[in-house]
């Protein structure tokens, strides 16, 4: 937008009349610039007030209309300038209610007298002011004519008619948007007393299956507690009878016993491997009824991890008995940790002697690795191999893959709880990879330290 140098229009203001007129030259230029109605009236009510302000005490005055760059916008500003006096300095307190009409309104004290200016910015739709168009705009105001106070007192009226008009149709629209906004409020009200019965309704029901919940939870701790009284209750009754009966099977067999028959030698070899089954069977029982049970106390130690593998290499050795399988337990990697050296060495042994009864061929490998500041111990077979759906099922106690056959040996199904519950005593946990036909990996991870 163009503007030039030169003001629109100057006037000066003499009599009261006079007040009139440059009330109806400030909507003129208000409106040649672009300003629409209601910005017009603004401007000339804040410019007849300034006038008649101004022009109290009878002194003259002087009235400059010019458009000029306010900032990044376009403004119309006006000057009201009169001789320095004594009522100078009370002008910016008389003049304040003016400053709400206009975007902008001073009043500055100099040598050559008091100046009042405002300014009201041009909209973004106002046409361009080229130079042209501002010679035009100051030709039509020269030409203007001054209407009587009579016919600007009618100007004014109308003004005011569209105002209250205006004022109307706005409270009307208020008043509609307030009786829409109440009818909302009852709305989110009944809304809101809806979902607070209904929250209250879901929290009774919520704290009823709490309850119930503690009731159960008691429950279950009851009914494991007891189990593992009867597991080892059960164990501790028959250990003594079942270690008697092998004890009577090896002195039967004994040859400096009276000789037995074939018949009597093999009933008495069955005797023995079914006590035995039964005595493992027992042990099993007793030690997990001892892990369940929280009794089971880690006595914390640094742990030679090679003293250890080589314990196990020559324990597990005299079950690894078939030429086609492959035994093998690696030099660990990791020289110490800090463990509990007899349960650790339970569920690697535990582990070791799963996958040698059910691995007919080909290799069972014992490793350890460090891996993020844990160890991982793996356990790794070429058996029979386990479904992937039956990976956390075999955890189970007393569970067994279906179809499998041990090759030597009878499993008890409590070998993989054990170790997996003495995995979480330890802090660490226990974990299988397998796949059908191609054999199995188990993954102990313990923290290093």
Same mark, same amino acid.
């Given at each position: 937008?163009?503007?030039?140098?030169?003001?629109?229009?100057?006037?000066? *203001?003499?009599?009261?009349?006079?007040?009139?007129?440059?009330?109806?030259?400030?909507?003129?230029?208000?409106?040649?610039?672009?300003?629409?109605?209601?910005?017009?009236?603004?401007?000339? $009510?804040?410019?007849?007030?300034?006038?008649?302000?101004?022009?109290?005490?009878?002194?003259?005055?002087?009235?400059?209309?010019?458009?000029?760059? @306010?900032?990044?916008?376009?403004?119309?500003?006006?000057?009201?300038?009169?001789?320095?006096?004594?009522?100078?300095?009370?002008?910016?307190?008389? *003049?304040?209610?003016?400053?709400?009409?206009?975007?902008?309104?001073?009043?500055?004290?100099?040598?050559?007298?008091?100046?009042?200016?405002?300014?009201?910015?041009?909209?973004?739709?106002?046409?361009?002011?080229?130079?042209? +168009?501002?010679?035009?705009?100051?030709?039509?105001?020269?030409?203007?004519?001054?209407?009587?106070?009579?016919?600007?007192?009618?100007?004014?009226?109308?003004?005011?008619?569209?105002?209250?008009?205006?004022?109307?149709?706005?409270?009307?629209?208020?008043?509609?948007?307030?009786?829409?906004?109440?009818?909302?409020?009852?709305?989110?009200?009944?809304?809101?007393?809806?979902?607070?019965?209904?929250?209250?309704?879901?929290?009774?029901?919520?704290?009823?299956?709490?309850?119930?919940?503690?009731?159960?939870?008691?429950?279950?701790?009851?009914?494991?507690?007891?189990?593992? +009284?009867?597991?080892?209750?059960?164990?501790?009754?028959?250990?003594?009878?079942?270690?008697?009966?092998?004890?009577?099977?090896?002195?039967?067999?004994?040859?400096?016993?009276?000789?037995?028959?074939?018949?009597?030698?093999?009933?008495?070899?069955?005797?023995?491997?079914?006590?035995?089954?039964?005595?493992?069977?027992?042990? @099993?029982?007793?030690?997990?009824?001892?892990?369940?049970?929280?009794?089971?106390?880690?006595?914390?130690?640094?742990?030679?991890?090679?003293?250890?593998?080589?314990?196990? +290499?020559?324990?597990?050795?005299?079950?690894?008995? +078939?030429?086609?399988?492959?035994?093998?337990?690696?030099?660990?990697?990791?020289?110490?940790?800090?463990?509990?050296?007899?349960?650790?060495?339970?569920?690697?042994?535990?582990?070791?002697?799963?996958?040698?009864?059910?691995?007919?061929?080909?290799?069972?490998?014992?490793?350890?690795?460090?891996?993020?500041?844990? *160890?991982?111990?793996?356990?790794? @077979?070429?058996?029979?191999?386990?479904?992937?759906?039956?990976?956390?099922?075999?955890?189970?106690?007393?569970?067994?893959?279906?179809?499998?056959?041990?090759?030597?040996?009878?499993?008890?199904?409590?070998?993989?709880?054990?170790?997996?519950?003495?995995?979480?005593?330890?802090?660490?946990?226990?974990?299988?990879?397998?796949?059908?036909?191609?054999?199995?990996?188990? $993954?102990?991870?313990?923290?290093?330290?």
């Amino acid at each position: 937008m163009t503007v030039g140098p030169e003001p629109l229009m100057r006037m000066r *203001l003499r009599v009261e009349q006079d007040i009139f007129v440059v009330r109806q030259l400030g909507r003129e230029v208000a409106r040649e610039v672009g300003l629409d109605q209601q910005d017009q009236t603004r401007l000339a $009510t804040a410019l007849s007030e300034v006038g008649r302000v101004v022009m109290a005490d009878g002194s003259d005055a002087d009235v400059t209309f010019d458009v000029r760059l @306010d900032g990044v916008s376009t403004a119309i500003q006006v000057a009201v300038t009169r001789p320095l006096s004594d009522r100078g300095p009370r002008l910016s307190e008389e *003049l304040a209610h003016v400053g709400r009409l206009v975007d902008k309104l001073e009043v500055e004290h100099g040598e050559t007298g008091t100046v009042v200016w405002m300014a009201r910015r041009l909209p973004a739709s106002a046409p361009p002011l080229t130079p042209d +168009r501002m010679d035009e705009i100051r030709a039509g105001l020269s030409r203007h004519v001054p209407s009587s106070p009579i016919d600007e007192l009618h100007v004014q009226n109308q003004q005011l008619i569209a105002a209250l008009d205006e004022v109307r149709s706005q409270r009307d629209d208020l008043a509609r948007l307030n009786a829409e906004l109440e009818e909302t409020n009852r709305g989110v009200m009944a809304l809101y007393h809806q979902l607070s019965e209904e929250l209250e309704e879901t929290n009774r029901g919520v704290v009823a299956l709490y309850a119930e919940l503690d009731e159960k939870s008691e429950q279950l701790a009851a009914a494991s507690e007891a189990k593992s +009284r009867f597991l080892a209750n059960v164990s501790h009754e028959l250990r003594a009878p079942v270690t008697a009966v092998i004890g009577l099977s090896r002195l039967l067999a004994d040859g400096a016993s009276d000789p037995l028959t074939d018949e009597q030698g093999e009933q008495v070899g069955l005797i023995r491997t079914t006590a035995g089954d039964l005595l493992t069977l027992v042990n @099993d029982l007793l030690d997990l009824a001892k892990a369940e049970a929280g009794r089971l106390e880690p006595n914390w130690e640094q742990v030679d991890l090679r003293t250890m593998f080589g314990q196990l +290499r020559g324990t597990l050795r005299p079950l690894a008995t +078939r030429p086609e399988v492959d035994f093998r337990i690696d030099e660990p990697a990791v020289g110490s940790m800090r463990t509990d050296e007899v349960l650790l060495t339970r569920v690697l042994r535990n582990l070791l002697t799963n996958a040698l009864k059910f691995t007919a061929e080909g290799e069972v490998r014992l490793a350890v690795r460090e891996t993020g500041g844990d *160890l991982e111990f793996t356990v790794t @077979d070429t058996g029979t191999g386990i479904p992937p759906e039956l990976h956390e099922r075999i955890f189970e106690e007393f569970y067994q893959v279906p179809g499998s056959k041990a090759l030597s040996g009878k499993g008890t199904g409590l070998g993989l709880p054990y170790a997996r519950r003495l995995a979480g005593i330890l802090g660490g946990g226990l974990r299988a990879d397998s796949t059908p036909g191609e054999g199995s990996t188990f $993954t102990l991870r313990l923290p290093a330290s």
